[in-house]
């Protein structure tokens, strides 16, 4: 009884007393307040990346056939890069050398040959005092990088795509650590997607709201690739028949785009979470995909190949001091994300990456951080960026490609072969040259026994005699 009547006493004094401090000038209790040693509380970072999504998949991207409302939103609430590249990659499952190079800031010529303890983005948001958190698909990544966050959980990456309800599993288990977590310390969480890559399977609700009649079949279509680009027999290619035609990418596509709906319906249901927890204020959100894919664009149907369609990819930062509603031209590699992260959060950006900061182009303090892009995949494509020109160069057919992205976006029109252009070919020879010795990419770009780079019908129609099947098999 006597410790009950000290405590509603001892209450009351309190109270008596911060009333009396509440009363007093603003002035003199900053005086009187005494030094405060409460350090600022990092920003939470969430880290949103699908699997196979083109550049041009979400409305506020200028795509006026598809529906994304959640993604569209943060599209308008932060700063958008319209030229992301994946560098390309050593497989044909290029989702692994994008996933690798992503969280260690590398480019694929030495991302593979990293010692265990070489600096990756979840040990840097480890050591910055971050609870990390990843879930996401299973095949085709970076499993060495993905032991280091304090929780990882895999999805069954086949089961997903089937459900018919992609995104789901991850979304419901990222809100529970969302209610659940150390409220005390920041989270960096990795939502690593299996979907819009195929068997891309969603349920009536979201097919219903495209008509595949209606979705406009992209200006590059053609009904096969016009050359052996080295690649043109593998797995994913033989995803739709050859000739390709407008009704089958027409289907492929309102597959595709009821997937990409039904996942952003679950990105939405994150960030509400974000929001019901008091965190989306305090929360840089980075939303990218691993690469694109061509479905119908230059008559393929994978993303095997260097063209913008399949290389480009969607990548925007909103948050806690990054500009609402922004966007620029600068180049930049998905192994840019992880040193910006750090930037961002104040985590230390260890030395030897690849990967280049892209916060000081956020921040209006320049605007750019490289004037060239350089992408490679395999053996067998090359090709540099400068400005709006692009060359891609085929080693094994020693075939050159050189387009006008400004007045040419789709790849149409190739200007290597016209002699006015000469000059302009050897300028970016020259370059890609240079690209290769930056990286270490060791690829004589010219064959002395080039294989015969033209293709028709019958190439398709009898692989073995090509000689070109890939031995590369399983989902890529």
């Known amino acids: 009884m006597s410790l009950t009547l000290y405590t509603r006493r001892g209450a009351l004094k309190a109270m008596g007393l911060a009333a009396a401090w509440?009363?007093?000038?603003?002035?003199?209790?900053?005086?009187?307040?005494?030094?405060?040693?409460?350090?600022?509380?990092?920003?939470?970072?969430l880290f949103l990346f699908t699997d196979d999504q083109r550049q041009d998949t979400l409305s506020a991207l200028g795509n006026p056939h598809i529906e994304t409302p959640n993604l569209d939103k943060l599209v308008e609430s932060g700063f958008v890069f319209r030229n992301a590249y994946c560098m390309g990659g050593f497989s044909a499952a290029v989702c692994l050398p994008s996933r690798m190079m992503t969280l260690r800031g590398r480019a694929w010529f030495s991302v593979r040959n990293m010692?265990?303890?070489?600096?990756?983005?979840?040990?840097?948001?480890?050591?910055?005092?971050?609870?990390?958190?990843?879930h996401g698909k299973r095949g085709n990544t970076d499993k060495e990088v993905h032991k280091r966050f304090a929780q990882s959980h895999y999805l069954r990456d086949h089961d997903i795509r089937r459900s018919g309800r992609p995104g789901k599993i991850?979304?419901?288990?990222?809100?529970?650590?969302?209610?659940?977590?150390?409220?005390?310390?920041?989270?960096?969480?990795?939502?690593?997607?299996?979907?819009?890559?195929?068997?891309?399977?969603?349920?009536r609700k979201y097919l219903n709201m495209y008509d595949s009649d209606k979705i406009p079949i992209?200006?590059?279509?053609?009904?096969?690739?016009?050359?052996?680009?080295?690649?043109?027999?593998?797995?994913?290619?033989?995803?739709?028949?050859?000739?390709?035609?407008?009704?089958?990418?027409r289907q492929h596509l309102r597959d595709y785009y009821a997937v990409i709906t039904a996942l952003d319906e679950q990105i939405g249901r994150i960030v509400q979470a974000l929001k019901d927890t008091g965190e989306y204020e305090n929360t840089i959100i980075i939303f990218s995909s691993d690469q694109g894919i061509a479905i119908g664009s230059h008559g393929l149907m994978g993303k095997q190949n260097l063209y913008e369609h399949s290389m480009r990819v969607p990548l925007f930062f909103c948050g806690p001091g990054i500009g609402k509603g922004k966007s620029c031209d600068a180049f930049a590699y998905l192994f840019d994300v992880y040193p910006t992260v750090c930037e961002l959060a104040g985590a230390d950006v260890p030395e030897g990456l690849d990967g280049k900061s892209l916060a000081p182009i956020m921040q209006g303090k320049t605007e750019s951080v490289r004037d060239t892009i350089f992408l490679a995949y395999k053996d067998v494509q090359r090709a540099v960026r400068h400005g709006p020109w692009k060359l891609l160069q085929y080693p094994q057919i020693n075939k050159t490609q050189l387009f006008d992205l400004q007045h040419d976006p789709f790849e149409t029109k190739n200007l290597a072969d016209d002699p006015a252009y000469t000059g302009k070919v050897n300028e970016l020879m020259n370059l890609m040259a240079k690209q290769q010795k930056l990286f270490g990419d060791t690829q004589p770009l010219v064959s002395q026994d080039p294989r015969p780079p033209a293709v028709d019908l019958s190439f398709f129609e009898n692989p073995a005699a090509s000689g070109t099947v890939s031995s590369e098999k399983g989902s890529f």
Do not use: C
């Not at 529970?176 to 990795?190: E, I, N, T």
């Not at 680009?229 to 390709?244: H, M, Q, S, V, Y």
């Open 170 to 203: 991850a979304a419901d288990d990222a809100i529970k650590f969302l209610h659940q977590r150390d409220k005390d310390r920041p989270f960096f969480m990795y939502l690593a997607f299996a979907t819009p890559h195929d068997p891309r399977i969603a349920t």
């Open 218 to 249: 992209p200006p590059n279509f053609k009904p096969f690739h016009p050359f052996d680009n080295g690649e043109l027999l593998i797995r994913d290619e033989k995803l739709a028949p050859w000739p390709r035609t407008e009704a089958v990418i």
């Open 115 to 134: 010692p265990k303890d070489a600096p990756n983005f979840v040990t840097s948001m480890n050591e910055a005092g971050y609870l990390s958190y990843h």
């Open 22 to 45: 509440l009363a007093r000038p603003k002035a003199l209790r900053k005086i009187n307040a005494g030094p405060t040693h409460a350090k600022p509380r990092r920003p939470n970072v």
